[in-house]
């Protein structure tokens, strides 16, 4: 049956929607890249909470999706910016978070990493040694719970640090006292407004100078970097630039499957949030990379860069609610509500948009299901043909 979904300036338009999804297969381990999706939480819809309080998790349905794309082959990035850290996930609801996924990745087999920051610190400015504390403490969790940690840009940091000296002192001060290599990330102010100057410089060429150093510094502790700028040519430069033994995960939700396919100088893996809803499709298309075939992959990956560039618009850290969203109309979840109330974030000719470009790409596995779905969410709205 046509669905009627709204565009700009209230005006309706009519989408057939498809009757068979692509139904991608698990199949063997990758081999060419190391692949993570950052995996978003499900929120408890019957807690009795404010956007204020703290996070109220379905633990049940968190942990299933992780399952999911485990059973892909996907690692899993967790605690991340995709599950509303720092936005509805607070430090004490990440920790948990962190704990329980790990023990599911152990009783799966299957790969985690997790987010470190310092996020625990809400009460104003915070000094140098506060920094290092914070991101101490939540080192200890991740390590503790046998998972790899990520190292995350702290918004506190940011705030305090005076200039590149401040970020070579604080990294160096936590890499000579972790126990496997951690993965660096690099986060840019599109996704955190915060995090505007990180490294000590308003420039990205400086910056990118000084995360350098931090990695030259300690290559033996960094196992990779995490790159979410936007910008396909730096990430290609600084990639060119890591020490040997030092992966590149492209963070670029505009440009990863240019990014993933490399060229004859390297390549980048991944640590991507769109592969949170394309996670079937994305590991499908690695498979094929690994046996060499490039332009295979990109004919499956590259039709996807429209879904993610719409989901990952400005304000690009609201691409959460769309993430969700498509969770809920695959049927990973039996609702549409976030931590934070963040289910608002979005619009409905928004939502309606990620819905058409999400089901022309076969991305629900019950197509009728996922139609049902949109309709009651246009009821609920009042839209009528």
């Given at each position: 049956m046509t669905l009627h979904l709204p565009g700009a300036h209230g005006t309706l338009r009519a989408y057939e929607p498809r009757t068979e999804p692509l139904a991608p297969t698990p199949g063997a381990p990758f081999t060419s890249r190391t692949v993570f999706s950052a995996a978003h939480v499900v929120a408890d819809p019957y807690a009795d909470t404010t956007p204020d309080s703290p996070a109220a998790v379905d633990w049940d349905a968190?942990?299933?999706?992780?399952?999911?794309?485990?059973?892909?082959?996907?690692?899993?990035?967790?605690?991340?910016?995709?599950?509303?850290?720092g936005m509805g996930l607070d430090w004490a609801g990440a920790a948990e978070?962190?704990?329980?996924?790990?023990?599911?990745?152990?009783?799966?087999?299957?790969?985690?990493?997790?987010?470190?920051?310092?996020?625990?610190?809400t009460d104003g400015p915070a000094t140098l040694a506060e920094v290092r504390a914070a991101y101490e403490e939540q080192l200890a969790v991740v390590e503790e719970s046998g998972a790899q940690a990520i190292l995350m840009a702290s918004r506190a940091l940011a705030a305090t640090a005076r200039g590149p000296e401040d970020y070579l002192e604080v990294y160096g001060h936590l890499l000579r006292q972790t126990t496997e290599p951690v993965i660096l990330h690099w986060l840019g102010p599109m996704f955190d407004p915060a995090l505007a100057g990180y490294w000590g410089a308003s420039g990205l060429d400086a910056a990118t100078d000084t995360f350098l150093d931090v990695i030259a510094a300690h290559p033996d502790k960094v196992d990779g970097i995490k790159v979410s700028l936007l910008d396909a040519r730096r990430e290609t430069d600084l990639r060119r630039r890591l020490p040997k033994g030092v992966r590149c995960y492209t963070g670029d939700d505009f440009h990863y499957p240019e990014l993933i396919a490399g060229d004859d100088?390297?390549?980048?893996?991944?640590?991507?949030?769109?592969?949170?809803?394309?996670?079937?499709?994305?590991?499908e298309a690695v498979r094929v990379l690994d046996t060499g075939d490039t332009d295979g992959f990109r004919a499956l990956l590259d039709p996807t860069v429209e879904l993610s560039r719409h989901l990952f618009q400005a304000p690009t850290r609201y691409y959460k609610t769309g993430v969700v969203f498509l969770a809920w109309l695959a049927g990973h979840q039996s609702h549409f509500t976030m931590v934070g109330g963040l289910q608002s974030a979005r619009s409905l000719p928004h939502l309606a948009r990620a819905y058409e470009l999400a089901d022309r790409l076969g991305l629900f596995p019950d197509p009728k299901l996922a139609e049902d779905r949109m309709r009651t969410l246009l009821h609920l709205y009042g839209v009528t043909p």
């Amino acid at each position: 049956m046509t669905l009627h979904l709204p565009g700009a300036h209230g005006t309706l338009r009519a989408y057939e929607p498809r009757t068979e999804p692509l139904a991608p297969t698990p199949g063997a381990p990758f081999t060419s890249r190391t692949v993570f999706s950052a995996a978003h939480v499900v929120a408890d819809p019957y807690a009795d909470t404010t956007p204020d309080s703290p996070a109220a998790v379905d633990w049940d349905a968190t942990l299933a999706f992780r399952r999911h794309l485990w059973a892909h082959g996907l690692g899993v990035a967790e605690a991340m910016d995709t599950a509303q850290r720092g936005m509805g996930l607070d430090w004490a609801g990440a920790a948990e978070l962190i704990r329980r996924s790990a023990a599911e990745a152990k009783a799966a087999g299957g790969r985690i990493a997790c987010g470190v920051g310092t996020d625990q610190l809400t009460d104003g400015p915070a000094t140098l040694a506060e920094v290092r504390a914070a991101y101490e403490e939540q080192l200890a969790v991740v390590e503790e719970s046998g998972a790899q940690a990520i190292l995350m840009a702290s918004r506190a940091l940011a705030a305090t640090a005076r200039g590149p000296e401040d970020y070579l002192e604080v990294y160096g001060h936590l890499l000579r006292q972790t126990t496997e290599p951690v993965i660096l990330h690099w986060l840019g102010p599109m996704f955190d407004p915060a995090l505007a100057g990180y490294w000590g410089a308003s420039g990205l060429d400086a910056a990118t100078d000084t995360f350098l150093d931090v990695i030259a510094a300690h290559p033996d502790k960094v196992d990779g970097i995490k790159v979410s700028l936007l910008d396909a040519r730096r990430e290609t430069d600084l990639r060119r630039r890591l020490p040997k033994g030092v992966r590149c995960y492209t963070g670029d939700d505009f440009h990863y499957p240019e990014l993933i396919a490399g060229d004859d100088q390297g390549f980048s893996h991944a640590l991507l949030g769109i592969f949170d809803p394309l996670g079937p499709l994305a590991a499908e298309a690695v498979r094929v990379l690994d046996t060499g075939d490039t332009d295979g992959f990109r004919a499956l990956l590259d039709p996807t860069v429209e879904l993610s560039r719409h989901l990952f618009q400005a304000p690009t850290r609201y691409y959460k609610t769309g993430v969700v969203f498509l969770a809920w109309l695959a049927g990973h979840q039996s609702h549409f509500t976030m931590v934070g109330g963040l289910q608002s974030a979005r619009s409905l000719p928004h939502l309606a948009r990620a819905y058409e470009l999400a089901d022309r790409l076969g991305l629900f596995p019950d197509p009728k299901l996922a139609e049902d779905r949109m309709r009651t969410l246009l009821h609920l709205y009042g839209v009528t043909p």
